[in-house]
């Protein structure tokens, strides 16, 4: 199948600094690629769909202004937490398009905390 | 609305010992029902999905699940756990029209006892 590198898996940060998370897929073309978060005991949900070549699209409640998405090429979209404060620590997964009944495709994942 | 809900946040079973994880999920659509499963520090995996046909579906490392409409579940099963079975276990639904993004269960994580 397809494959989804992201990274990095897992990061540390300072509050009020900014954290990158990349997300490349590495043997297919993707112009859709989503982000999803995941609190402690709770489900993965949807934050953005990142669209090669124009603006994301988020979700309601999530703020656009601190989750920048860039989907540079076809290949590589990345997230960036800005002003990271500890509420942000989370665990980040992207994926590739989905199409209803195709197999998505994910990253590895990448656990935030913010200290 | 869709939503997803697997009951028991941990399993824990012996190994040998059948496996059985649940999901139950809401849709105001037909379905497209998937089980992933997260093994340390790697990504999702496919194991199984249900489309249309058959109810009863395989998947990979003798997983199985079955879709019953009148129940809204699609439980994962394996009749007898290996060590290697140890994961966070995914029940994940989309929707067959609309956007395509996905709803996901919180997870399971599965503990086979030696």
């Known amino acids: 199948g397809a494959v989804v590198s992201q990274h990095p898996s897992w990061v540390i940060c300072k509050s009020g600094t900014s954290v990158k998370i990349e997300c490349r897929s590495l043997d297919f073309q993707a112009t859709t690629m989503f982000w999803y978060r995941q609190f402690p005991k709770q489900s993965l949900m949807l934050m953005a769909t990142?669209?090669?070549?124009?603006?994301?699209?988020?979700e309601q409640g999530v703020e656009k202004d601190k989750f920048l998405i860039n989907h540079a090429s076809l290949t590589l979209s990345t997230l960036t937490v800005t002003s990271a404060h500890p509420e942000d620590s989370s665990f980040y997964i992207c994926?590739?398009?989905?199409?209803?009944?195709?197999?998505?495709?994910f990253g590895q994942g990448t656990r935030l905390t913010v200290v | 609305a869709q939503s997803v809900t697997q009951l028991g946040s941990h399993v824990s079973v012996s190994e040998g010992a059948l496996v059985l994880l649940r999901c139950n999920y809401s849709s105001s659509v037909p379905p497209y029902l998937f089980w992933y499963v997260q093994y340390p520090n790697q990504g999702l995996q496919l194991l199984l999905k249900?489309?249309?046909?058959?109810?009863l579906v395989k998947g990979i490392n003798g997983f199985e699940a079955e879709f019953k409409k009148s129940e809204t579940s699609f439980h994962l099963t394996k009749p007898s756990a290996h060590m290697s079975d140890a994961a966070e276990y995914f029940c994940v639904l989309a929707r067959q029209t609309g956007a395509n993004n996905l709803f996901f269960g919180t997870g399971t994580r599965l503990t086979v006892i030696p």
């Open positions: 990142s669209n090669e070549g124009s603006k994301a699209t988020y």
């Open positions: 994926s590739g398009p989905t199409g209803g009944n195709t197999e998505a495709f």
């Open positions: 249900y489309t249309t046909g058959a109810t």
